[in-house]
């Protein structure tokens, strides 16, 4: 392997190890989740050095953060993800995305069918939907390890494949919503937990839309609520089905 393909594969491999923490500290804390970030994520975070002392510290920050009793953190997570969605911090694409519920299922379609296109089905052990932020979080983490694995094995047309991927991805959703959620979660959350979380999900979706020149379809940042059903009461709403990438 030549000496930039092993660059590429470096930052891919950081990318993925960053996507990875961040899905797996928004998710509800169990304590096979906290094993996995300290023994298999924080070890490749820690290897890691940006061009960013600003983006270093949030992860530094945030690494830090785990050092909580699991109890707590469980509370805290209560707080700000209810059983019943929060209006103040929803944690689903189509949360933010106005139009009626049609529009919303077609908003999930299309992420799912990102997923479906690399060989990943919805359904698993996370019961998260497929727009979730954990969801779309753990997605781009798939494919920042599919490039690093595409650079060492498959050759360039599969590394390109990936990275038009995390492209149209992050133009097309990710990109377009987890800043202003991630800006939400800071203001929410009463716990330094989630604030340190908020703060490097905040930063590091502005660095990746910047280290791939992409510009968001759109941004948004607010809650959209659905509108008032019609006279046929078609309000019903949608996309309950229990979702995990998995590979």
Wanted: proline share 5%; net charge negative; hydrophobic share 40%.
């Amino acid at each position: 392997m030549s000496e930039d393909h092993e660059v590429e594969r470096t930052v891919a491999v950081g990318r993925a190890a960053i996507y990875s923490f961040l899905s797996r500290s928004l998710l509800f804390p169990t304590p096979e989740t906290r094993e996995t970030i300290r023994n298999q994520v924080v070890p490749v975070l820690e290897a890691l050095s940006s061009t960013s002392a600003e983006l270093d510290g949030l992860i530094a920050a945030a690494v830090c953060a785990h050092d909580v009793d699991l109890d707590e953190l469980r509370n805290a997570h209560g707080r700000i993800f209810t059983h019943i969605e929060n209006q103040d911090c929803p944690a689903h694409e189509s949360a933010y995305s106005p139009g009626d519920v049609f529009r919303r299922a077609d908003l999930m379609a299309d992420v799912a069918a990102f997923y479906r296109a690399h060989g990943l089905q919805v359904g698993g052990s996370w019961r998260e939907r497929v727009d979730h932020i954990t969801t779309e979080l753990d997605f781009m983490s798939f494919l920042g390890r599919k490039e690093a694995y595409a650079g060492e094995h498959l050759g360039g047309d599969e590394v390109e494949e990936c990275r038009r991927t995390q492209i149209h991805f992050l133009r097309d959703h990710l990109g377009c919503w987890a800043g202003g959620f991630a800006d939400r979660v800071q203001v929410v959350a009463d716990h330094p937990y989630f604030v340190a979380i908020g703060s490097l999900l905040s930063s590091w979706i502005e660095t990746d839309l910047a280290w791939f020149e992409v510009e968001p379809l759109s941004l948004r940042t607010e809650p959209q609520p659905l509108p008032p059903p019609d006279d046929h009461g078609c309000g019903a709403d949608i996309g309950d089905t229990p979702v995990e990438v998995r590979r």
